[in-house]
């Protein structure tokens, strides 16, 4: 029989932005919650205002990672990520390529095989890959954007290998959202700042709510993916910039 009477979840990428607003939120609607990220102050403070337990863990740490598979989860937000090598491919380190993949990639595969195999036993679970507008449409910046459409087809190749199980996948694809993402992404404040100009951007609660939407519907609905961006930003189009 399928079941959505969830009543725990982890979310990965806790100590800010969207992850951090998930956990705010799911603890306010009476999920037990595990909020991971590696930064401890952050957590302790967040742990003191929702009643979450937190778990201070480097997500690219393959071992360390291997402790979650004693703890069972029934909502998995797969969030943790990172923009380094935004910028063009011609202009981004080789250590920022690493890191982007490892991080958004490697490590993101490498938590589904932790998390997974409990849910599959137990033929409950819902699992939230947070992608990216970046990841469906080109944004001139082909590290992250291979990254983010590298989840995308990671979702839907999950939603075919979870079919009969009572698990559900959703894929969450959000545009510009209002957090620290940028500050982390650009060694140069000004493009972090040139990032967050001109537009009102989403909140990072707005796409906790688009989670918390998709984890609600009745347990024989299964939302594959959700696009969100703010309202003054439609991703695609043609680009022509000239040789300078
Ligand atoms: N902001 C946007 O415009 C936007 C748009 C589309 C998609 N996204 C995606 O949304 C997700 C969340 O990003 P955000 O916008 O909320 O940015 P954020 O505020 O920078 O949050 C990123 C989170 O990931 C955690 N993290 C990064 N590397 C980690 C690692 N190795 N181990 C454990 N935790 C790690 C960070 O915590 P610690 O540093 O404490 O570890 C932080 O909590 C990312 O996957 C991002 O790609 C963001």
């Known amino acids: 029989m399928l079941s959505n009477k969830y009543k725990t979840a982890l979310v990965t990428g806790a100590s800010s932005g969207i992850g951090e607003a998930v956990v705010r939120l799911l603890s306010k609607k009476g999920y037990k919650v595990t909020a991971l ?35 069972k989860f029934d909502v998995f937000i797969n969030n943790a990520g990172l923009g380094r090598g935004f910028d063009k491919i011609y202009k981004t380190k080789a250590v920022d390529i690493a890191t982007t993949i490892d991080t958004n990639v490697q490590a993101f595969l490498q938590l589904l095989r932790c998390i997974v195999p409990g849910m599959v036993k137990r033929k409950k679970g819902h699992i939230i890959n947070i992608g990216s507008i970046a990841g469906l449409y080109p944004l001139s910046s082909s590290v992250y954007g291979g990254s983010k459409g590298a989840v995308h087809l990671i979702n839907q190749n999950l939603r075919l290998e979870l079919s009969g199980t009572g698990i559900r996948c959703t894929e969450i694809n959000p545009g510009r959202v209002d957090t620290e993402f940028f500050d982390v992404a650009f060694d140069d404040k000004k493009d972090a700042m040139n990032m967050k100009k001109g537009l009102n951007m989403l909140k990072a ?3 906790a709510d688009s989670i918390l939407f998709a984890i609600e519907c009745p347990a024989h609905v299964n939302v594959s993916a959700i696009e969100i961006t703010p309202t003054e930003q439609a991703p695609g189009g043609v680009k022509i910039e000239k040789l300078k």
Do not use: P
Request: one cysteine or more; glycine letters at 2%.
């Open 37 to 71: 990220a590696r930064r401890k102050s952050k957590l302790i403070k967040l742990k003191k205002e929702t009643g979450c337990k937190s778990v201070i863990m480097d997500i690219r740490n393959t071992k360390e990672i291997e402790k979650l598979k004693k703890i």
């Open 205 to 207: 609660s707005d796409i």
